[in-house]
């Protein structure tokens, strides 16, 4: 469908707001994945949820996923939510991805295993060795990436959702999960290389990965050809624009602006696709307000700055609400603003009081 934008004039200025609904991409009998993300307190939580809500709105079975070690998802949305997606409202699921139930569970499995099997000499450590290497992941920085991307292999195979919407880390820990694809197709290609040179020595290496899934023989050749396979379908998805979209969260302050850039930049070389910019708290114009209008005035000097970094992303607007957007209600109304381009009627009806 041809993006026609609407054009909305103030007495100041023009500003054109973009309706991004034409721009989402749904395959059948495939899921979509939609990553927003951006510098630490844009607002990324906020415009997820919104968005997940609306497209549960619009009848797509949603999962909305949070990667954020913080897990504000729950606050925002408030209603509580878990490390298993559960249904919150018709059409959508939410689930807060938590690295140490992830590790839990690892070490469960890890210690059923032990008990089957207490005199297994193929083992390179020992079970107490791999036990140990699991305590240690479970606080490693990258813990919440891995179970992030363990939750990724099991959506992205599973075609159980219409679209599932990463509310994710601010942009270090997000740039961590997106390449988790490359890390591992490396990794795993040079645990092939040293199976086929030291035979069943490199076994036990495998069952310290804490992202891969359990298979009834862990100690084969197919097995890590197939995790290669998975990882490969990964990759290919992430990079596929009709399959995987990333939406940058900035606000208009230099800091947000130059760390988004960055960040484009960085994720143009995983070949993950930024369609859109969206621009939060976005202050109005208010004449009888001197703080109001300084405040204005700045942000228009940065929206400039915003269109000159980003001329190939489609640039949308969310406006600053007097009160915080959280709860179904509020995250609805800024869902019709960013996607219905409805208008913000609050400075219409009440003048912003600081």
């Given at each position: 469908m041809e993006f026609?934008?609407?054009?909305?004039?103030?007495?100041?200025?023009?500003v054109?707001?973009?309706?991004?609904?034409?721009?989402?991409?749904?395959?059948?009998?495939?899921?979509?994945?939609?990553?927003?993300?951006?510098?630490g307190g844009v607002g990324k939580t906020s415009v997820s949820s919104a968005t997940a809500l609306w497209l549960a709105e619009q009848g797509k079975k949603t999962l909305i996923v949070s990667t954020?070690?913080?897990?504000?998802?729950?606050?925002?949305?408030?209603?509580?939510i878990g490390s298993y997606p559960r249904e919150i409202k018709t059409n959508l699921f939410a689930v807060e991805i938590d690295p140490?139930?992830?590790?839990?569970?690892?070490?469960?499995?890890?210690?059923?295993?032990?008990?089957?099997?207490?005199?297994?000499?193929?083992?390179?450590?020992?079970?107490?060795?791999?036990?140990?290497?699991l305590d240690m992941a479970s606080s490693s920085p990258g813990a919440?990436?891995?179970?992030?991307?363990?939750?990724?292999m099991g959506v992205m195979n599973s075609e159980e959702y219409d679209v599932v919407v990463f509310d994710t880390a601010p942009t270090g820990h997000t740039l961590r999960l997106l390449s988790f694809p490359e890390v591992m197709d490396s990794w795993v290609g040079k645990m092939m290389m040293l199976k086929a040179k030291l035979g069943s020595a490199t076994n036990a290496l495998r069952k310290i990965m804490p992202f891969m899934d359990e298979v009834d023989n862990?100690?084969?050749?197919?097995?890590?050809?197939?995790?290669?396979?998975?990882?490969?379908?990964?990759?290919?998805?992430?990079?596929?624009?009709?399959?995987?979209?990333?939406?940058?969260?900035?606000?208009?302050?230099?800091?947000s602006i130059y760390e988004s850039e960055r960040a484009l930049e960085a994720l143009g070389k995983h070949d993950i696709t930024v369609d859109s910019v969206i621009v939060?708290?976005?202050?109005?114009?208010?004449?009888?307000?001197?703080?109001?209008?300084?405040?204005?005035?700045?942000?228009q000097k940065r929206l400039a700055l915003i269109d000159q970094k980003f001329p190939d992303q489609h640039i949308a607007q969310v406006p600053l609400f007097k009160?915080?957007?959280?709860?179904?209600?509020?995250?609805?109304?800024?869902?019709?603003?960013?996607?219905?381009?409805?208008?913000?009627d609050e400075v219409v009806q009440e003048a912003i009081v600081l």
């Open positions: 026609k934008p609407t054009l909305k004039v103030s007495l100041f200025k023009e054109i707001y973009l309706a991004f609904k034409d721009y989402f991409k749904f395959n059948k009998d495939k899921t979509t994945f939609i990553f927003i993300g951006g510098k954020d070690p913080a897990h504000s998802l729950s606050d925002s949305l408030e209603v509580p140490d139930v992830a590790m839990e569970q690892k070490q469960a499995q890890l210690e059923a295993q032990k008990a089957a099997n207490p005199d297994d000499s193929d083992s390179l450590f020992g079970m107490d060795f791999l036990s140990d290497q919440d990436e891995a179970a992030a991307f363990e939750l990724f862990p100690q084969t050749s197919e097995d890590l050809k197939r995790t290669k396979e998975q990882i490969d379908q990964a990759k290919e998805i992430l990079s596929n624009p009709d399959r995987t979209t990333f939406k940058m969260v900035v606000i208009p302050e230099e800091m939060n708290q976005v202050m109005p114009d208010i004449c009888d307000c001197d703080f109001c209008h300084s405040r204005h005035k700045l942000q009160d915080e957007v959280k709860g179904q209600e509020k995250l609805l109304k800024l869902a019709h603003i960013l996607y219905d381009d409805e208008d913000n």
